[in-house]
């Protein structure tokens, strides 16, 4: 409950991704991400960010008290966000954790933030060096020279999980780069041949503008 004294948290993200698809899941179960448990492909997770960043402790506490059969993923305190992900088996359970979220920070979940897309783009036929460049820096998978690349960058960072893994549904062959998804904006890099990568884009368009939510 809020107070003159302790004012009630922001719901900035609240993420519902229904069946992670298999490099979706791997980059979340790698140790920079998952410090928690890792989730694994066909799992179901939830993803919340809040302000003040410390709020996410009172979210947890709420996810997991509801009951058995979801884990914690990630557990993130940044300066100025806090960010959970909850995963498990079972869909109805982790939407029972979300809804106990939502009761214990008197919120719904069209009060989150709505995404707002700040870029993309295709490129087609990357050269060498551009793949060696961009290999260095990532988080999942190898691109390929002479592959097209799709660069995708939306607000809040966190709606980078949603369309990372819609992405891949959409386009199973595509390659999962990097995915940027805590920070001030979120950031996709994704692999492969022109016709699936654009549909990779298409697909992240359409379920960014499908989210309800508040405007900035």
């Not at 410090?35 to 919340?48: C, E, K, M, T, V």
């Not at 699936?196 to 939510?213: C, H, K, N, S, Y």
């Amino acid at each position: 409950m809020a107070d003159a004294n302790n004012p009630r948290a922001e719901l900035r993200v609240y993420l519902l991704v229904q069946d992670l698809q298999p490099q979706f899941a791997a980059y979340l179960g790698t140790p920079t991400r998952a410090r928690g448990y890792p989730p694994f492909a066909g799992d179901h997770a939830l993803i919340i960010e809040v302000a003040p960043a410390l709020a996410i402790q009172r979210v947890i506490d709420l996810a997991l008290r509801e009951g058995s059969g979801v884990e914690p993923g990630i557990l993130f305190v940044e300066r100025q966000f806090g960010v959970l992900e909850i995963h498990g088996r079972n869909l109805d359970r982790v939407k029972s954790a979300g809804s106990a979220i939502l009761a214990g920070l008197e919120a719904t979940a069209a009060d989150q933030l709505r995404p707002r897309i700040l870029y993309h783009d295709v490129i087609e036929e990357v050269s060498d060096q551009h793949a060696v460049i961009l290999n260095r820096n990532r988080q999942g998978s190898m691109l390929m020279p002479g592959e097209s690349l799709l660069v995708y960058e939306m607000t809040p960072a966190l709606f980078a999980a949603v369309a990372a893994n819609e992405a891949e549904r959409a386009a199973p062959d595509i390659t999962v780069v990097d995915v940027q998804m805590i920070g001030a904006a979120g950031r996709l890099y994704i692999g492969g041949p022109a016709t699936d990568v654009q549909a990779a884009r298409d697909r992240i368009t359409q379920v960014l503008g499908e989210v309800e939510g508040r405007d900035h």
